[in-house]
């Protein structure tokens, strides 16, 4: 069981990996504490060979793997890659070139949405996995045989797994599905957070323009210094004391007593100083600079009759053609179909429109209706409908 802690067996290894049409990786690593993944084991196989590579070892380069994730010539396969990519970014500042997901290549060869690797190593090789390293310290050392062992199987049976995906998605000429989702994977967009964007990913609702920059600056300022400090976001402040502070916005250190959802004494330390000072500037902002609030919808309720049935249609088509629905259209994307014919979704572009998304807004529009039969679902034409939305 070879452990690469040099460089230059590192080197060795990588010049003979970039001689095969693709290479298996895989990644252990930590996070409960860091805003940072900290890497603690690479995993990588060929056709000959696996390999555990140490980046933990103190004499150890990682650049000959880099090079490797950077040659196009070979693919690089991983298994819900996101996280494994997220690492390598950070370490490199690129994207690995020529990648494949084994999860996203599943999903749409009717594996189900989301499967995990275990749960296809059995559907497809037949071998159930011992998982029960999964969640030991990866960061101690030495590795245990156990650990070792469970590492090289998220490499070494990813090959079959890849070659029996490559094989269905041959058979049904699916490739550019699962290109349309490769391309999220391939931005590094999809990795790099922006602070001024932070305040993207809280779902909630906030109803006063001042509210909205409140939270964009306090959401802004928390990424910062998470990232600044390497600690996980939840531990600068939650996100229901980061959508409070927008909303009440306390002028002294004794304001911050009476919020519910703000450590106690949080007044006193130097991150509320911080806080009170943004707080300030968005106090002074003119009525005339604040953000727009967002046109309030007034149509059909997304979550209403409307967009029940186009879920209803979402699952016939995805049982149809033996895919994963998310594939086709997340739940996000329903609501924002039922809401706008033109919504600039992926289920109203490409081959995800002529398989569902004009299906969708033909039934939205009661030009189709859907019916139950012993078979299934079943799409009919609506006799005298119009174009106009109901």
Known sequence: MQIITSTEALAEFSARA????????????????????????????????????????????????FALLADPAVLKVFHAARQDIEIFVKLAGVVPVNLFDTQIAASVCGFGDSVSYDNLVRQITKVELDKSSRFTDWSARPLSDK???????????????????????????????????????????????????????????????????????????????????????????????????????????????????????????????????LIRQIEALQKADLPEMPDRYRGPSPKGAIGDLVRVLLKSVAEANGVAPRIIATSEEIDALVLDDDADVPALNGWRRKLFGDKALALKHGRIGLGATPRGIVEFPIKGSSSTPT
């Open 18 to 65: 970039a001689r095969h049409e693709f290479v298996t990786v895989d990644t252990e690593f930590l996070r409960e504490t860091t805003y940072w993944p900290r890497l603690c084991l690479i995993q990588a196989a060929t056709d000959e060979e696996a390999v555990l590579i140490d980046p933990l070892a103190g004499d150890l380069s990682l650049k000959p793997f």
């Open 147 to 277: 650990q070792k062992t469970y590492a090289l199987g998220d490499v070494t049976y990813l090959r079959d797994i890849y070659r029996e995906l490559k094989r269905q998605l041959d058979e049904t000429q699916r490739w550019d599905w699962v290109e349309d989702e490769l391309e999220v994977l391939r931005s590094i967009d999809t990795y790099v957070v922006q602070p001024e964007d932070a305040w993207v990913r809280l779902k909630m609702k906030i109803n006063r323009p001042r509210d909205l920059a409140a939270l964009k600056v306090l959401a802004a300022w928390r990424e910062r210094r998470a990232q600044d400090t390497d600690q996980p976001r939840s531990r600068v402040l939650k996100d229901d004391a980061l959508y409070e502070l927008a909303q009440q916005r306390p002028t002294s250190a004794e304001d911050f007593e009476k919020l519910r959802a703000v450590p106690r004494g949080y007044g006193r330390s130097s991150a509320a100083g911080e806080v009170l000072a």
